[in-house]
């Protein structure tokens, strides 16, 4: 297990400039915080949740971002065999958008 964690962080390294572009509007701790409590976002233990419905594995990163007026929950998920993938969750339903 210790050996697919090490694999994927070496792969989100190599994908972290196409990642980093796509990700721009993502929003600190403290703003993520406050949208939480100011219940503009759900928070990030529901968004988990329909990630790992989905895609099974382990969410080795998460982040709340922008996505034009909307609030998205992107999680970088690890699976059981190694592959990587990127889950996009409604920030404010928890409804699971899109896994690539």
Do not use: W
């Not at 988990?48 to 982040?63: D, I, T």
């Amino acid at each position: 297990m210790m050996l697919a964690k090490y694999v994927a962080a070496l792969l989100l390294a190599g994908a972290g400039s196409a990642v980093a572009g796509e990700l721009e509007g993502c929003l600190s701790p403290e703003q993520r915080r406050a949208a939480i409590a100011g219940r503009q976002a759900i928070p990030l233990g529901k968004a988990l949740r329909a990630a790992k419905a989905h895609l099974g594995g382990e969410v080795v990163r998460a982040r709340l971002c922008k996505e034009g007026n909307e609030l998205v929950y992107v999680l970088t998920v690890l699976a059981h065999d190694g592959k990587v993938t990127l889950a996009t969750i409604d920030g404010t339903s928890g409804a699971f958008i899109d896994g690539r």
